[in-house]
């Protein structure tokens, strides 16, 4: 792919003509495409420093998603080291600026650690009884509570009553499993299926949206996608489609809940479909409901009250010398189920999360941080105790964060009364940290 950025003419002179490079999510660059994108846009720029001289304005935060398959990761690249970046620590939390007791779990779920608040709320039930029969029926559900915290008045609003897989309705009730053994209060359990569920493979979640859809009653509408590429056999014009977040096959149904993939400014991308408040901004993420087709297109019902007919949208792009492709599609998929990796970016509303097969704690953290209070999230399951360690990658990024962390405190010292720098480090002293932890770590193995 790189040698195709280096004959596309188009590519270069806008890396030529460029000024500023802004890259989001660094934290999912291995180090060899950081040395490698560095490489190439110092070629085809001419000039020999880190890519090519330009400015980078990097964002992110290592101990997110890491890099798929990956030996390293940004920050360890060659071309890391020699850019001379200067670091900020953001401290500000804009997202869970409401709750700072849920700031404080997900600083902790963050490094890695499953609070007892968490784990507590995630446990199978040891006493779920479907009250019209004294026989056992656990599927689905999670042990509530104990000694407090998971008990609070954030969690019981959120339960409303379940269905057993493959049964007839029956109400489900589970006790509150706390220092009281005679189980005094209940609650209704699982969460209600209409919001957003989080799990960590695709597999799970396409199995969880074709499974609701089919269950769903009414007619289905199919839209297929419309694909048009200069080179439609290239293989890399293939995997460009194939990586799209939009389906080149979308059916929906009238009550199917939705997220929209795309922000949508224009009139003729998002018409109104009924009078009502002022028009709230659709932006990838936001989540709705089917409520209907108009015009060969789905009517959805965002915020309760907003009514929206969204039409086909254009995802396009261009792959070095196979040239350009684009698809138009409906930029919507259905929104039973979504993995964490799709996720990563967005605000999530409302929603249940189901990581019982996740295999990075960097899901666990980037799952519940898409939630903006404690009150909006559901912790159906949690990874079993010990199915997940830390690989050499995330060991390497908390080392960096520590070495950060020290370094900005030890500047914030440094320049008391300096005019508010108490934010910024030089790098080289933060990777000489990492380094000098390295090296005591393989003295003393």
């Known amino acids: 792919d790189w040698q195709r950025v280096r004959r596309d003419q188009n590519a270069q002179r806008r890396i030529r003509a460029a000024r500023v490079l802004l890259a989001d999510?660094?934290?999912?660059?291995?180090?060899?495409?950081?040395?490698?994108?560095?490489?190439?846009?110092?070629?085809?720029?001419?000039?020999?420093?880190?890519?090519?001289?330009?400015?980078?304005?990097?964002?992110?935060?290592?101990?997110?998603?890491?890099?798929?398959?990956?030996?390293?990761?940004?920050?360890?690249?060659?071309?890391?080291?020699?850019?001379?970046?200067?670091?900020?620590?953001?401290?500000?939390?804009?997202?869970?600026?409401?709750?700072?007791?849920?700031?404080?779990?997900?600083?902790?779920?963050?490094?890695?650690?499953?609070?007892?608040?968490?784990?507590?709320?995630?446990?199978?039930?040891?006493?779920?009884?479907?009250?019209?029969?004294?026989?056992?029926?656990?599927?689905?559900?999670?042990?509530?509570?104990?000694?407090?915290?998971?008990?609070?008045?954030w969690w019981q609003p959120r339960i409303a009553s379940g269905r057993s897989r493959g049964t007839a309705a029956r109400p489900m009730r589970l006790r509150l499993l706390d220092d009281d053994p005679q189980g005094s209060s209940a609650v209704d359990w699982p969460p209600p299926e209409h919001i957003l569920r989080l799990v960590s493979t695709n597999k799970e979640a396409d199995a969880e949206n074709e499974r609701r859809l089919g269950q769903l009653p009414g007619l289905a509408h199919t839209f297929i996608a419309e694909d048009s590429a200069d080179t439609p056999s290239d293989a890399a014009i293939q995997r460009a489609f194939r990586e799209l977040v939009v389906q080149p096959e979308l059916t929906l149904k009238v009550g199917a809940p939705v997220m929209l993939l795309k922000n949508l400014r224009l009139p003729s991308q998002c018409k109104v479909r009924a009078t009502g408040p002022p028009q709230m901004p659709l932006v990838n993420g936001t989540t709705g409901t089917v409520v209907g087709f108009a015009e060969g297109d789905p009517v959805v019902l965002f915020g309760g009250c907003y009514h929206r007919q969204i039409a086909r949208a254009e995802f396009s792009g261009q792959v070095g010398a196979a040239g350009s492709w684009c698809r138009r599609q409906v930029p919507l998929r259905l929104a039973w189920a979504t993995t964490v990796h799709k996720a990563q970016g967005l605000t999530l509303q409302r929603g249940n999360v189901d990581l019982r097969r996740a295999f990075d704690p960097a899901q666990v953290y980037v799952a519940l941080s898409r939630f903006q209070r404690l009150t909006d999230v559901h912790i159906s399951s949690l990874p079993p105790k010990g199915s997940m360690r830390d690989g050499s990658l995330r060991l390497r990024a908390v080392e960096f964060h520590d070495a950060l962390e020290m370094s900005t405190k030890a500047e914030s010292s440094d320049d008391a009364g300096g005019g508010g720098r108490d934010h910024m480090h030089r790098p080289s002293r933060c990777q000489q940290q990492v380094e000098r932890q390295r090296r005591v770590r393989g003295n003393t193995q």
């Open 25 to 153: 999510e660094v934290s999912m660059f291995s180090g060899a495409f950081f040395d490698a994108a560095s490489k190439v846009v110092s070629d085809v720029r001419g000039d020999p420093q880190p890519f090519g001289g330009l400015q980078l304005v990097l964002c992110g935060d290592f101990l997110q998603l890491p890099p798929v398959r990956a030996a390293s990761m940004a920050f360890e690249a060659v071309a890391w080291k020699q850019l001379n970046l200067q670091l900020f620590v953001l401290r500000e939390n804009h997202r869970q600026g409401g709750d700072l007791a849920f700031q404080a779990l997900l600083r902790r779920v963050r490094l890695g650690e499953l609070p007892p608040e968490l784990s507590a709320a995630a446990r199978p039930a040891a006493a779920a009884v479907p009250e019209e029969s004294g026989a056992l029926d656990a599927d689905g559900l999670s042990r509530v509570g104990e000694n407090g915290p998971s008990r609070a008045a």
